[in-house]
């Protein structure tokens, strides 16, 4: 991978989370530039990416190398230092960022605490400026400050050829589907005319249908939220009662199916209660 390329890498040392964010004028960059292991590290390899470092780089971390030293060991070990990108975080918040000579201007990274960000074929040193400055004063999740800060680096002037791909990535532990894997986001757009505003949106359905009710948005379900809920599911043939505005078994027994098909189940509630981000979702859907 040579084509612009430009990414951050960050711990949240609240969360414990890790994660990349990363865009460039490359087909499906989500496939080569992020690696990360919770609890461990985070790594970005770019600029004819030798994809090697990821994995290679992670044992070192764990191992208990700096993310410098580990680094270090990578670029020793590379013929072709000169053309390679990287950064790394490890899970103490210690970044290291590499900008091989022979890397296409403009070319260059920023280290800071709990981040590395760095690109090449940029518009200039703004872009990664931009990315380190927004991540700094950026609040909110990790996966919201980084990106927030493609946003920003894009705004900055971005890839000097365009846009094409992007990704973000976080881990936590037990943070995957189910809890079976640390993958808690894993998002990519492989080709897109605006990837990273297409990346923003996939986020937000990525909470919607993954993220976990707050007690602040359950609402019970009152006679005009039933009969709504009720005409709506009757114009898709899950619902075939009269539209009375009771919550009635009949009623319940199509939302859940409903809900279903909508990919809404990690949002069911028991009882007469729903979910306002739901209700919302819906209602936005499926306009009346």
């Given at each position: 991978?040579?084509?612009?390329?430009?990414?951050?890498?960050?711990?949240?040392?609240?969360?414990?989370?890790?994660?990349?964010?990363?865009?460039?004028?490359?087909?499906?960059?989500?496939?080569?530039?992020?690696?990360?292991?919770?609890?461990?590290?985070?790594?970005?390899?770019?600029?004819?990416?030798?994809?090697?470092?990821?994995?290679r780089g992670l044992r070192m971390l764990k191992r208990g190398m700096a993310p410098k030293q580990a680094g270090a060991a990578l670029i020793a070990q590379d013929k072709d230092r000169d053309a390679r990108q990287f950064g790394i975080v490890d899970a103490r918040g210690r970044a290291f960022s590499y900008t091989g000579k022979g890397c296409y201007d403009w070319a260059g990274g920023r280290i800071g605490k709990n981040y590395a960000a760095q690109g090449n074929i940029l518009a200039g040193a703004a872009v990664v400026?931009?990315?380190?400055?927004?991540?700094?004063?950026?609040?909110?999740?990790?996966?919201?400050?980084?990106?927030?800060?493609?946003?920003?680096?894009?705004?900055?002037?971005?890839?000097?050829?365009?846009?094409?791909?992007?990704?973000?990535?976080?881990?936590?532990?037990?943070?995957?589907?189910?809890?079976?894997?640390?993958?808690?986001?894993?998002?990519?757009?492989?080709?897109?005319?605006?990837?990273?505003?297409?990346?923003?949106?996939?986020?937000?359905?990525?909470?919607?249908?993954?993220?976990?009710?707050?007690?602040?948005?359950?609402?019970?379900?009152?006679?005009?939220?039933?009969?709504?809920?009720?005409?709506?599911?009757?114009?898709?043939?899950?619902?075939?009662?009269?539209?009375?505005?009771?919550?009635?078994?009949?009623?319940?027994?199509?939302?859940?199916?409903?809900?279903?098909?909508?990919?809404?189940?990690?949002?069911?509630?028991?009882?007469?209660?729903?979910?306002?981000?739901?209700?919302?979702?819906?209602?936005?859907?499926?306009?009346?």
């Amino acid at each position: 991978m040579h084509p612009s390329t430009f990414s951050l890498v960050a711990y949240d040392s609240k969360t414990g989370d890790l994660g990349i964010a990363v865009e460039s004028k490359f087909l499906s960059v989500g496939a080569v530039v992020p690696w990360a292991q919770a609890g461990i590290g985070a790594i970005a390899t770019q600029s004819f990416a030798n994809t090697a470092y990821g994995p290679r780089g992670l044992r070192m971390l764990k191992r208990g190398m700096a993310p410098k030293q580990a680094g270090a060991a990578l670029i020793a070990q590379d013929k072709d230092r000169d053309a390679r990108q990287f950064g790394i975080v490890d899970a103490r918040g210690r970044a290291f960022s590499y900008t091989g000579k022979g890397c296409y201007d403009w070319a260059g990274g920023r280290i800071g605490k709990n981040y590395a960000a760095q690109g090449n074929i940029l518009a200039g040193a703004a872009v990664v400026a931009a990315l380190a400055e927004t991540f700094e004063k950026t609040g909110g999740e990790l996966a919201d400050r980084l990106v927030a800060a493609l946003v920003a680096g894009q705004a900055a002037g971005g890839d000097k050829r365009g846009q094409e791909s992007a990704a973000l990535l976080v881990v936590r532990k037990k943070g995957g589907y189910a809890g079976f894997n640390d993958r808690y986001i894993d998002l990519r757009v492989d080709d897109h005319p605006a990837p990273i505003e297409e990346l923003k949106r996939i986020l937000e359905l990525h909470r919607l249908y993954l993220g976990k009710t707050r007690p602040a948005d359950i609402l019970p379900i009152d006679y005009d939220i039933a009969r709504e809920l009720q005409v709506m599911m009757g114009l898709r043939g899950y619902y075939r009662g009269g539209v009375n505005g009771k919550w009635d078994e009949e009623t319940r027994r199509a939302f859940r199916e409903f809900a279903g098909v909508e990919n809404l189940e990690d949002r069911w509630l028991d009882g007469a209660r729903i979910d306002r981000v739901v209700l919302e979702f819906l209602r936005k859907r499926f306009q009346l």
